[in-house]
Nanobody, 124 residues
Framework: QVQLVESGGGLVQAGGSLRLSCAAS????????MGWFRQAPGKEREFVAT????????YYADSVKGRFTISRDNAKNTLYLQMNSLKPEDTAVYFC?????????????????WGQGTQVTVSS
């Protein structure tokens, strides 16, 4: 059983930056592809970014491409999401997820474990 705990959310002004972290335990972190998703009030959970098991391959939603960077440190069992040039429409609860495969995935149903989420609020 894999446990995931997100941190790093908060309130930031438009144009600012935040770095989210996701600490994993209970499994072999390097065996899993990882992803970030977000959910805004009244909206469905949406894909943000995904990274392969050793971090060589990444893929982003068009809405965050060029502004967000996903990375991982397998020695620290930690996933990151660097978010720059934040916009009010980035406001959401951000979730990290683990997939019991080594390849990328963009759909929530393809992930096996989820964290509880961390709130990101971007003010205009």
């Amino acid at each position: 059983q894999v446990q995931l705990v997100e941190s790093g959310g908060g309130l930031v002004q438009a144009g600012g930056s935040l770095r989210l972290s996701c600490a994993a335990s209970g499994g072999t972190f390097s065996n899993y592809a990882m992803g970030w998703f977000r959910q805004a009030p009244g909206k469905e959970r949406e894909f943000v970014a995904t990274i392969s098991w050793i971090g060589r391959d990444t893929y982003y939603a068009d809405s965050v491409k060029g502004r967000f960077t996903i990375s991982r440190d397998n020695a620290k069992n930690t996933l990151y999401l660097q978010m720059n040039s934040l916009k009010p429409e980035d406001t959401a609860v951000y979730f990290c997820a683990a997939r019991l495969r080594i390849t990328l995935a963009t759909m929530a149903v393809e992930y096996d474990y989820w964290g509880q989420g961390t709130q990101v609020t971007v003010s205009s």
